[in-house]
């Protein structure tokens, strides 16, 4: 199998103890973050959780912060607020739900989040008003919204 090249993310660590992301499989799209703090999520809330790492995004990247599914589905901790900025140059946090009825005890090293480096596309904003940039005002499905297509 050939070698498969990889944009860079640089990570510097905040604190001596934190720990850099883990890709978990070859193919794998996130890198695994860790929490670097112990803290309880209570139930039915949400919580800050340091991970102890500031990064550097490749060009045209940004961050997007993931939830794990395992620990979707076993636990019912979820993120929050994924998204970290390609200049963003401070401590990654990971904001946790925790969605149950009993408060869920997060430990200092535990994986708590994947990392997922996506490419994204910085447009401008123009304001129209009777006639768009490019394309057509008109369009089949005009302003129908939630459930207009189908369930």
């Known amino acids: 199998m050939a070698e498969i090249k990889r944009p860079i993310v640089q990570f510097k660590k905040l604190s001596p103890d934190a720990i850099l992301p883990v890709r ?9 973050l860790f929490s670097n703090e112990e803290n309880v999520i209570p139930a039915r809330g949400r919580c800050a959780i340091q991970t102890g790492l500031t990064m550097i ?16 589905l076993k636990e019912g901790i979820e993120v929050g607020a994924g998204v970290i900025d390609p200049d ?25 989040a994947q ?4 490419p994204f596309i910085s447009a401008d904003v123009v304001e129209f008003t009777t006639s ?3 394309g057509s005002a008109t369009t089949e499905r005009g302003e129908k919204g939630f459930g207009s297509t189908g369930f």
Do not use: E, F
Not at 57 to 71: K, N
């Open 132 to 134: 768009p940039i490019s």
């Open 24 to 32: 978990g499989s070859l193919q794998a799209a996130g890198l695994d």
């Open 88 to 112: 963003y140059r401070g401590p990654i946090i990971v904001i946790l739900y925790n969605h149950t009825d009993h408060d869920y005890q997060v430990k200092k090293g535990a994986k708590i």
């Open 57 to 72: 995004l490749p060009d045209g990247c940004y961050g997007r912060v993931a939830s794990r599914s395992g620990l979707s």
């Open 115 to 118: 990392l997922i480096c996506t």
